[in-house]
């Protein structure tokens, strides 16, 4: 062989086998064994708090012994998910998008496998959790990925570790990811143990031993990384307009925020050394660093948090674009607690910003001709948004014309429902029946008393501050968790609303006059959209083009929404046998609420009252109670929900 052969010459371990129960069973028992030895003489020094609780604290010790510096690198991120305060949907959704289409290698959606199982039953899993109080969530990423074989075989054999390391079966399923630069791994942990207990695990494994063993088994897949590896990794490091590995050496290793030349000439940092300058030198441009004298460089304090922003940023102008599809738009990120401005859109995008937590966002194609990033508040289903539906998106929220009233109406920092409905009818709402206003501000008072904010001194009788309505708005901000406002106008594309009878939001531009539209992009497909829209309308008799100007035919809202309506009603008695009991304005109805559709105008909701059935403009809040005895109450388009057959309890 001669010597440029052998210079080539690399050895790949092969895939490790799966061992037996015996196997772990041995493991474990010399690993218990070994670890209450250690503890006897380790004591309780240098130890974290609650390091010890849980399983897998004897292991963490252990784990990662045999690592050296050219060992392969993963990355873990893990959450512990309290399933009573994420809610009773928490799991299916997080299911639902971890195996959402376009994540799989060849791009098609996601399938969600177990450890001895390539297709496993998610529905039969999210079930057998429901009761379960906690959850692990685990994204587990190789940065040698795309290296090794099979991601599913490797997450197979890290499991397996985790089991012999935490002395119990694990229940969990895994959706290997491609779609990104980065391969990685959902994994979903049930918090229970083969025994039916809660699954509690160190804070140590957690921390370190779990992401030990998992470079631990890439690097006996692929062996240590080779020298012109390492070179090259931290070498596209120098540029990057982020945190990095070198940032983390430099913060390791200054002094009082002063990197030193002794420091750089440690033979500890001989193979760093050159990068570690290049990056000090990139940061003195980027203004995150100084070089006070030759070889003494001073760290800015706030070069962590810049990078980290930068980065985050960086990811967000990458996703826009491809978003947007090379498509040449000014791009804006939208910030809820500076911009007091209105976005309405069409989504163009959607997805999270961290999968981890379920941070999600929206790309809106602006009628204003840019593209805006949008993140969503705290649990907001993505579901709710289609790709190319119509969006309105606000900021910081305002206050509220309830609070307002509510402060209007107290007397000496007291609201007493009596007083307010003993108001001349004159003083109330005029399209609103006064009871249903009194209701709303229950409603919202009660909200407001859960929050600590007022007081509920006896049945109708509120003792409340005098900054209730910035207290109110507070409220609000603190409840969008930092996201935006975003309210869903239509979930047809305007394509599909050009030639539909139906009460629609291109109908609702053409009677404002189509304002703020844009040139580019939305804007520009809106104007296009709207000439079809007044083609198809001038075809129905409800327009007509005189020269320049548009006539539009009187209430023609109504008219669009009664024609729809009838038509949906028919085919629902066509379906169920049931007649139709049109909704007269001020009319109160009850029934049980069946099922909802999902028409141009809208949502509505479907009441049987078992002599026919009802639709009536539906709530998100009336979802949870399918199947259930409701009573509504419609006037001049508002719609009151109740609960029963009597008037109580209203939403």
């Keep these: 062989m001669s010597r440029s052969d052998d210079d080539h010459l690399r050895i790949h371990p092969g895939t490790p086998k799966q061992r037996g129960d015996a196997f772990i069973n041995k493991v474990l028992y010399q690993t ?142 895994a959706v290997d990811h491609w779609n990104t630069d980065n391969p990685h791994t959902h994994v979903i942990l049930r918090g229970k143990d083969d025994t039916g207990k809660d699954l509690i ?148 995008a959607k997805g999270l910003e961290d999968e981890l937590y379920g941070k999600g966002y929206l790309v809106i194609d602006g009628v204003d001709g840019k593209a805006h990033y949008v993140a969503l508040p705290p649990r907001s289903e993505l579901e709710q948004y289609p790709t190319g539906a119509v969006v309105e998106v606000k900021g910081s929220p305002k206050v509220r014309a309830a609070d307002r009233n509510i402060a209007a109406l107290s007397v000496n920092g007291i609201y007493r429902t009596d007083h307010h409905l003993a108001l001349p009818q004159g003083q109330s709402t005029p399209d609103r029946d006064p009871r249903e206003v009194v209701a709303a501000h229950v409603r919202r008072l009660e909200a407001l008393r859960r929050a600590g904010m007022v007081e509920r001194e006896a049945e109708g009788v509120w003792r409340i501050p005098g900054d209730l309505t910035e207290q109110g708005r507070q409220f609000d901000v603190q409840r969008l968790g930092g996201g935006a406002a975003v309210e869903l106008k239509a ?50 008799g409800l327009a007509e083009r005189l020269g320049q100007r548009l006539s539009l035919a009187r209430n023609l809202l109504a008219t669009l929404r009664g024609r729809e309506l009838a038509k949906a009603a028919q085919n629902i008695a066509a379906e169920t046998g049931l007649e139709h009991l049109p909704v007269a304005d001020g009319q109160r109805l009850a029934g049980i609420y069946r099922r909802s559709v999902m028409l141009p105008s809208g949502r509505y909701a479907m009441l049987d009252d078992g002599r026919g059935f009802s639709l009536v403009p ?32 209203s939403f």
Excluded at 501 to 512: E, H, M, N, R, V
Excluded at 626 to 645: C, E, K
Aim: hydrophobic fraction near 35%.
């Design 32 to 173: 218990n064994k070994a670890g209450a030895m250690l503890s006897k003489r380790v004591g309780e020094t240098g130890q974290r708090p609650g390091s010890r609780l849980g399983r897998g604290h004897v292991a963490a010790r252990f784990a990662g012994a045999s690592l050296t510096p050219n060992a392969r690198r993963v990355t873990i991120k893990a959450r512990l998910v309290h399933l009573a305060k994420a809610g009773p949907r928490s799991t299916a959704a997080h299911l639902r998008y971890i195996e959402r289409e376009g994540v799989e290698r060849q791009g098609g959606p996601g399938h969600a496998y177990g450890p001895t199982t390539d297709t496993a039953d998610t529905a039969a899993f999210e079930a057998q959790g429901r009761e379960d109080r906690h959850q692990f969530r685990f994204i587990i990423s190789p940065e040698d990925a795309e290296q090794l074989d099979n991601l599913r075989t490797y997450t197979r054999h890290l499991m397996a570790r985790m089991e012999a390391d935490l002395g119990t079966r694990l229940d969990c399923v």
């Design 201 to 348: 695990i160190s804070r140590d494994y957690i921390a370190e031993g779990m992401r030990h063993r998992a470079a631990e088994l890439a690097t006996e897949w692929l062996g240590p990384r080779t020298e012109l590896e390492i070179q090259r990794a931290m070498q596209r490091e120098v540029d990057q307009e982020r945190w990095t590995s070198l940032d983390r050496t430099l913060h390791h290793e200054a002094k009082d925020g002063l990197v030193l030349p002794e420091t750089l000439a440690d033979p500890r940092l001989q193979r760093q050394r050159q990068m570690l300058i290049g990056r000090l030198q990139r940061l003195q441009r980027m203004g995150l660093a100084t070089e006070q004298k030759p070889g003494v460089w001073a760290i800015h304090p706030e070069t962590e948090p810049t990078l980290r922003a930068m980065g985050e940023r960086g990811d967000i102008i990458r996703t826009m674009q491809r978003a947007m599809s090379g498509k040449q738009r000014e791009l804006a990120v939208f910030q809820s607690c500076v911009d007091g401005h209105t976005i309405v859109g069409r989504v163009a």
């Design 491 to 540: 979930h047809l594309p305007i394509e599909r609303q050009t030639r539909v009878i139906g009460a629609t939001w291109l109908d609702q531009q053409l009677i404002s006059g189509g304002k703020g539209l844009g040139n580019l992009g939305f804007g520009g497909d809106v104007k296009v959209a709207l000439q079809k829209r007044i083609d198809f309308l001038t075809e129905l």
């Design 618 to 649: 539906w709530k998100p809040v009336i979802e949870q109670r399918l199947g259930q005895q409701l009573a509504a109450t419609v006037r001049g388009g508002h719609v009151s929900w109740y609960f029963g057959r009597q008037r109580g309890s």
